[in-house]
């Protein structure tokens, strides 16, 4: 799973305008990569 | 500077209304005197004349104006409140029966 | 996902440079509606009622905030090892400490979760675990952001900042967060300039110190070498660099352990049992404090409130409190001196890269002398930045920015001509490559 976090807000607003993705997208795939990565990592609490 | 006994640790735990044990207690007797020891470092600072800074701005009272505005919803602030009565906290009696 | 799926529906003119993108916020940072514990039990399931005022200006942003970051309780510690929740892993290298207090927003975005988060720093808590992360932490001037809503650790010091991969976004969000504010009278009534503006990419002519004192003994050679290279490339791009002096660095640590541990022991002293919180069983009003708060405080909150109310007791006052706020002055006077004749301040962020977990649980001491190399700059309420500057045994490295006074637009300036002219910033740890 890659992420599309290694992108810059300039980057991420582009692909936004161009709908490449949108920004339920985009908290999509923070959930997903808390739920793979964060057992080990332990930086995340509560989810709203 | 004395180095901390453990009865001076328990009075500073007092006045910090912080419950400790006897073994903390020499914990922290040794845990401070290690902090203090430190401490004794800025005695080497000739600081004659030298003004306290408790704020690096040069802040002075901020005011509003005395115009009264609403408050906190009192059923809101009780929200996290363990134990309230009649829009009152509860507590233990502050003497022991 | 409601909020996410009705921001999709704002059209575009509409939108900011934040909008819809997604951040973590330290816990200790209320938010209204999301438990907030700043990662004690004595605030387990805590529900904040209100906001604090740089949450309100996210939601203003249109940012998306996903949840809320682990931190050492109370923002007392530098490894996030004091969480009573749950440890946070480097995600360079799951076996050390992300740093702390701020080790779950740097590690956040270490990692990929987010690419925003907002940390506190109190005597390094963004800066260093920025650098033992790999990641961009800023800790503004003191009263540029303000404090309200942000759970008290030592109000003369502390200051909310922005965690992110690059300059340009750390910018951005400082921008949408900074600014005067009534509900905070520490706060500062000094106009937030567009930082974004000021990333020329040119620093020809600029004037860097660097302190003598940041490169000494305690500095481990890995770091020197990287700290160095990235000197030798700031002259690369056309700025000047001289040795300076900040005579009075050694005495900082001293001067903020004693200053930070008075405030804190006054502040924390709100934590009883009555209004919120974690309440003991007692019989008595004063068995209520002292079993609510034995019971519901770690281990490195007892041991700073101790030392506060010790300083702070009558017959040590003088000695400690004011002795060390009288030092505060001659640390800064220190800084003030050295900026009437330079633009910024450089040199490594900390020490050595990241420790392992456990390392140095046991001895406070080793814990302290991590935070040596920025507690001068939160005494002083000078701003100062972590940037990557190079990898160390393949742990990160982070060079250290300092500025003047509401000067963040210049560190920025300084920060984002080295990132355009390194890589460092795009480097990931094996995490990103999960499946």
């Avoid at chain 1, 991420?12 to 959930?31: H, R, W």
């Avoid at chain 3, 970051?69 to 892993?89: C, L």
């Avoid at chain 3, 949408?176 to 503006?197: F, L, R």
């Avoid at chain 3, 770690?298 to 300083?311: A, C, F, N, P, Q």
Wanted: aromatic fraction near 8%.
């Amino acid at each position: 799973m890659m992420s599309l976090f290694d992108k810059t807000s300039a980057q991420l607003q582009e692909a936004l305008k161009n709908k490449e993705m949108t920004i339920a997208d985009l908290t999509t795939e923070a959930y997903a990569r808390i739920d793979a990565l964060d057992g080990e990592i332990g930086a995340f609490f509560s989810f709203k | 500077m004395a180095k901390l006994s453990v009865e001076e640790v328990k009075h500073v735990a007092k006045l910090a209304r912080l419950a400790i044990t006897d073994e903390e207690a020499e914990k922290f007797a040794t845990q401070l005197d290690a902090i203090t020891d430190f401490a004794n470092e800025l005695q080497e600072l000739d600081t004659t004349n030298v003004e306290p800074t408790t704020h690096v701005l040069p802040v002075h009272n901020v005011f509003r104006e005395d115009i009264p505005v609403k408050g906190l919803d009192r059923d809101v602030v009780m929200k996290n409140v363990k134990e309230h009565q009649d829009g009152l906290v509860k507590v233990p009696p502050i003497i022991a029966q | 996902m409601e909020e996410a799926a009705a921001k999709d529906q704002v059209p575009f003119e509409e939108r900011g440079p934040l909008f819809g993108l997604p951040i973590g916020v330290k816990d200790n940072i209320v938010t209204e509606g999301i438990e907030t514990t700043c990662a004690s039990k004595i605030l387990e399931g805590f529900n904040p009622i209100y906001s604090a005022t740089v949450v309100e200006k996210l939601r203003k942003a249109g940012m998306v905030t996903i949840g809320k970051v682990n931190m050492d309780e109370f923002a007392m510690g530098s490894a996030n090892e004091n969480s009573a929740i749950k440890k946070v892993h480097n995600p360079w290298d799951f076996d050390r400490a992300p740093g702390g207090s701020s080790g779950g927003s740097a590690a956040a975005v270490s990692a990929g979760e987010v690419p925003f988060t907002l940390g506190s720093d109190t005597g390094g808590s963004i800066r260093q675990p920025a650098a033992f992360c790999g990641v961009v932490g800023m800790k503004p001037t003191y009263g540029r952001v303000s404090r309200y809503g942000l759970v008290a650790f030592a109000s003369s010091l502390d200051q909310i900042g922005p965690i992110t991969r690059n300059v340009r976004d750390n910018a951005l969000l400082l921008e949408a967060i900074a600014g005067v504010d009534e509900h905070d009278s520490t706060s500062a009534n000094v106009e937030v300039p567009s930082y974004v503006d000021q990333l020329t990419g040119d620093i020809k002519g600029l004037k860097v110190a660097v302190p003598k004192e940041y490169l000494a003994e305690g500095v481990s050679e890995g770091v020197k070498a990287q700290v160095l290279a990235a000197i030798e490339k700031l002259k690369e791009l056309g700025a000047t660099v001289d040795e300076v002096s900040l005579p009075h660095s050694k005495y900082a640590l001293a001067a903020y352990y004693i200053i930070s541990s008075s405030e804190a022991s006054s502040n924390l002293s709100r934590f009883d049992g009555i209004r919120y919180g974690f309440r003991a069983e007692a019989d008595n009003l004063e068995d209520l404090y002292l079993q609510t708060r034995a019971q519901g405080f770690g281990d490195e909150v007892k041991r700073r409130i101790m030392l506060g109310t010790y300083s702070l007791s009558a017959g040590t006052y003088d000695a400690y409190y004011k002795k060390a706020q009288q030092v505060r002055t001659l640390i800064k006077q220190d800084f003030d001196k050295v900026f009437e004749e330079y633009d910024v301040i450089v040199g490594p962020t900390t020490p050595t890269t990241a420790f392992k977990l456990g390392e140095n649980l046991d001895d406070p001491m080793t814990v302290y002398a991590n935070d040596i190399l920025t507690v001068p700059i939160n005494l002083a309420g000078v701003p100062a930045i972590s940037i990557p500057c190079g990898f160390d045994n393949e742990m990160p490295v982070g060079l250290q920015i300092i500025g003047k006074y509401f000067e963040e637009g210049t560190i920025y300036r300084v920060a984002d001509a080295f990132e355009k002219a390194t890589d460092f910033h795009n480097a990931k740890p094996q995490t990103w490559e999960v499946k």
